[in-house]
């Protein structure tokens, strides 16, 4: 029985500061080799506002030659944003980006992960969106695949699986419910009034070999339930950049099974997200056991993806050995999670105070 892995109790995630700019937080675990074109791609984008802007790279344990690659690449590109190097020394995501977080000057963070190349307008549209809308949490882009190899037949079935394509699918009524990490623009004052309700994530993203990535997931939620706005830019686009090891099928195996194993958690948030009855009943763990249960049988005869009936089939057994698994854990975490709303009303910055979702013009549906 796989048990979910759940990190230790987040406190380094102050202090926060209102201050107006952009900090850019690149995460890198022994990136060496794929630094060059990122930076690069970085060191391109443009600010006809002329907000202030950092980088920070988090250095998550590399044992290579990230950091002293990363100075000598940005120093010969002559970049105008000043970069800094901070160090993380737990493995993990969560960690690297928590570190990141906590070191940030400025209002709008912007998370860019190794393999992802901004588009020079990128970072400029995140700025203007959320300046726009004072309620607007977070903002996702649209990942464009790049492909070491030609890429296989079953990609385009899978590809939001790799962060790519638009975010379109993550909607429900008009409303975005979650975003993906990559390229995910975050206001950091509704990061504050998350973390001052007592909320602490339960999923620790990737780290090592593990190829979980459902964190973002969860905080998106979170922010949601907190009574935030979620929005996605089609027309904030990046490249992200698929090495020919991801384009096996024993990969996308690997990849989809890891999230079944954090499907429980994932769900457990939607269920409070959601206006949708049945879904909401996954408050509970027992109508979560009996609607996992009877979809066993569902995706088995008709799968959502046609013609992946068995992959289907494996992953909805381990997401019930994970729902298991997360027995002893379901009730804290859903009083955890109903507290949320209620909290985020109280106290500190009133300029920043959640408000309930409303479709705004402007978006890119």
Known sequence: ???????????????????????????????????????????????????????????????????????????ILKASMPMRVVYESKPGLIHARQTGISVANFEILIFCDDDNLFEPDYVMLAYKHFNRRPTLAAMGGFGVPVFEIPPPAWFSV???????GSQRITSESGKTLNLYGAGLAVRKSALAKLYSTG???????????????????????????????????????????LPASRLHFKYLERLFLSSAVDGPVR???????????????????????????????????NPPKPGYRQLYFRWSIQYMSSLISLLPQYHGA???ISRIPALANKGTDPSYAPAKYHKTAGSNR
């Open 199 to 241: 909320y602490r994530p339960m999923l620790t993203g990737r780290k090592g070999t593990a190829l979980s990535s459902a964190e973002d997931t969860e905080m998106t939620y979170a922010l949601v339930i907190a009574g935030y706005e979620l929005d996605y830019d089609d027309q904030m686009r990046f490249r992200h950049l």
């Open 158 to 164: 899978f590809a939001s699986s790799y962060a790519t």
């Open 334 to 336: 859903r009083k955890n």
């Open 1 to 75: 029985m796989t048990k979910l892995p759940l990190p230790e109790t987040t406190e380094r995630i102050g202090p926060f500061s209102h201050q107006d700019g952009i900090s850019v937080i690149l995460c890198c675990h022994n990136s060496a080799t794929r630094l060059r074109d990122t930076l690069e791609a970085l060191s391109k984008q443009y600010f006809p506002e002329n907000p202030p802007t950092e980088l920070i790279l988090v250095d998550n344990a590399s044992t290579d030659s990230t950091v002293s690659t990363a100075q000598e690449t940005w120093r």
């Open 267 to 301: 769900n457990l948030y939607h269920a409070f997200a959601t206006h949708r009855r049945i879904q909401a009943l996954m408050k509970y763990w027992p109508w979560h056991f009996m609607i996992a249960l009877l979809r066993i049988p569902k995706y088995t005869i």
